[in-house]
């Protein structure tokens, strides 16, 4: 779908007229009294995100309510309803009218950023689709925004989309088709002539290295294990990158500690953290970010087989401490250990950031609304927390502290992979901090409730909603670019 921007209203298409807090518009008013009846009738009262349709001389007017505050958030839910109305209506053109909104420059290119956010869909398998169930609208018009919007969509938004579809992409494919080898070309495919650095390191290279936790997890696996690198050099030369760490779990079935029958189907997005650094980093590069960023992303399929990795199994990691593997579904971990501590020897960055769909447990801590964030730093927390409120990514704060690091003491290693039931995603997140280096600022993100939605939101319809990329893109926007 195309986002255009206008001084004037096209002549096609349907006119979409936004109404702040019930008080009919000048424009609503303009197309008689008839239309005042029928929002009346329809029982609209202008609350952000509801719709009413006028037909006023045969023409479709939709009008939309867009509450009482002109605020970000406010605007994203007026371009997401938009195009959740009208996207497979039949229709195929729509002018939103922002003249008497309220929104400025900002808000305006967000009303855009939302509307190409929620007309992304994945339809690729589905051959038998009617036509009344394919997209139909092409073109939203932004129209009377003011100045500023339409420069700061294309050069800051546009780019910002590009990522998030990727990331949604990945995320949504089915696990025959991503794994770790195609995760890479395809990624590989979607950024180039972005001027991303791509690299690729198979099993030979990482078996060399003595990635030992990686490859443990990646052992039942036919798919070979790829760890996936993307540099983007738009900073000063010689300052040390952000390193941005994505857990890349193609598929996982929980290895021999094997995972129920019921919903294992949604283990193909455990790849959801490598799926957001991988679009974060297309959308840092299509927006020519001055900064130095390095994305990470560690790709395996954890299967079941006869050369599995066993519960009892001690691996040895990349830095030399030594892991009992207790259980071979808690692999997340494992996987983020040796890319870690990857980056830190090959890289040297000021921070680290890790997303990862890692733990059942944060989902029943915050549900759908919050990932959650676990760091060394408080400036750093602080930063991504507010990044997280900017975007709509949202993070909330969770504790780190001695106590829970002894949990994950092992008898006859360094540290066993999992500690008790009880705080099971700060366990996980101990486990990862061992192997952050001192001086390190170090961030983890727990995206398990984050990367897949049952339902509609404004800016995505359900499924993978691409989270993490605009948080990412914003942080390295406010801390590396000022
Ligand atoms: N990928 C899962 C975590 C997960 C569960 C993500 C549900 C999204 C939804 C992870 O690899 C896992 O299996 N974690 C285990 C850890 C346990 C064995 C300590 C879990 O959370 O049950
Ligand atoms: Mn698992
Ligand atoms: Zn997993």
């Given amino acids: 779908m195309q986002i255009r921007f206008s001084d004037s209203l096209p002549d096609r298409g349907v006119r979409v007229i936004p109404v702040r807090g019930g008080a009919a518009s000048g424009a609503i008013a303009d197309l008689g009294a008839d239309a005042a009846a029928a929002l009346r009738a329809q029982r609209f009262e202008g609350e952000s995100g509801a719709t009413a349709d006028l037909y006023p001389a045969g023409k479709r007017v939709l009008a939309i309510g867009i509450g009482d505050k002109a605020t970000g958030e406010a605007a994203e839910k007026l371009g997401g309803a938009v195009v959740a109305k009208l996207l497979t209506s039949g229709e195929s053109e729509a002018a939103i009218e922002l003249s008497d909104s309220g929104f400025d420059a900002e808000d305006s290119a967000r009303v855009a950023l939302a509307a190409a956010l929620r007309a992304w869909r994945h339809d690729r398998y589905r051959t038998k689709l009617k036509d009344k169930q394919k997209p139909s609208l092409a073109t939203v018009t932004i129209v009377g925004a003011p100045a500023g919007a339409a420069k700061l969509y294309e050069e800051r938004y546009a780019p910002l989309v590009a990522g998030v579809e990727l990331t949604r992409e990945l995320v949504a494919e089915p696990p025959n088709i991503i794994y770790p080898e195609s995760f890479a070309k395809r990624v590989r495919e979607s950024v180039e002539g972005t001027g991303l650095k791509v690299r690729v390191l198979g099993q030979a290279e990482m078996t060399a290295l003595g990635m030992g936790a990686l490859l443990g997890v990646a052992q039942g696996s036919v798919r070979e294990p790829q760890l996936l690198v993307l540099e983007w050099n738009g900073g000063a030369d010689g300052t040390p990158p952000i390193a941005l760490v994505g857990k890349g779990v193609t598929f996982d079935t929980g290895g021999i500690s094997i995972k129920p029958a019921a919903g294992m189907e949604s283990m193909k997005w455990d790849m959801g953290g490598a799926g957001a650094v991988a679009g974060a980093m297309k959308a840092i590069a299509g927006r020519k970010a001055k900064a130095n960023v390095v994305g990470i992303c560690g790709l395996v399929e954890n299967m079941p087989d006869g050369n599995a990795q066993r519960p009892g199994d001690v691996v040895t990691t990349m830095d030399g401490q030594t892991v009992e593997v207790i259980n071979t579904d808690a692999e997340g971990r494992l996987v983020l250990a040796d890319a870690i501590t990857w980056v830190q020897r090959e890289y040297k960055p000021r921070v680290i950031v890790d997303l990862a769909t890692l733990t059942g447990a944060m989902v029943i801590a915050l549900g759908h609304e919050y990932a959650g964030i676990f760091s060394n730093d408080d400036d750093l927390a602080l930063q991504l927390i507010g990044a997280g409120d ?31 039931r009880e705080g099971g995603s700060i366990t996980a997140a101990q486990f990862i901090k061992r192997f952050v280096g001192d001086g390190v600022k170090w961030a983890h993100l727990d995206i398990a409730g984050m990367a897949w939605s049952d339902k509609d939101c404004p800016t995505w319809a359900k499924g993978a909603t691409g989270y993490g990329v605009r948080l990412l893109d914003r942080f390295v926007e406010d801390v590396a670019e000022g």
């Fill in 390 to 420: 900017a975007t709509g990514d949202k993070l909330w704060r969770q504790p780190l502290g001695d106590a829970y690091d002894r949990l994950i003491d092992s008898p006859i290693a360094d540290m066993k992979n999992v500690g008790p």
